[in-house]
């Protein structure tokens, strides 16, 4: 999720939801009924409390959560507005150079690159 014209635009990060001290981009299941696009998008009103319009895919990223391996594809939004609070998470919105600092999972730093591409 992104805002702004370059040279300053701003990237969404929210804490993760099984541990505050993590930043993470929005994510989420797919619901029954969705396709990937429409769940990212419910999953930043969900999350972070704002509405965006799909740019592209930023990629795709595998990890290990508890005992199932879970596998989330990415897209690169447009900020259009807000929706209303979201579900109690720290939702900040920083420079991509922060969220390379702040956002440590493996992949991360390709799905920044991939937005800063995109936009």
């Known amino acids: 999720m992104v805002r702004g014209e370059r040279p300053n635009l701003e990237v ?5 939801k099984r541990d505050a001290s993590v930043w ?6 797919i619901e029954l009924g969705e396709d990937a696009e429409g769940a990212a998008l419910r999953e930043l009103q969900e999350e972070a409390g704002v509405e965006a319009e799909v740019l592209g895919p930023a990629g795709t990223s595998t990890f290990i959560s508890g005992i199932r391996r ?9 900020f259009v507005g807000t929706s209303g609070p ?6 900040e919105w920083t420079t991509f150079a922060d969220a390379r600092e702040k956002v440590r999972f493996a992949g991360a730093e390709r799905l920044l690159d991939a937005a800063e591409r995109l936009v």
Not at 24 to 29: A, E, R, S
Not at 86 to 91: A, E, K, L, Y
């Open 12 to 16: 969404l990060i929210v804490t993760a």
């Open 86 to 91: 979201g579900d109690g998470r720290d939702v």
């Open 70 to 78: 879970m596998h989330v594809q990415y897209f690169v939004a447009r």
């Open 24 to 29: 993470t981009f929005p994510k989420g299941h």
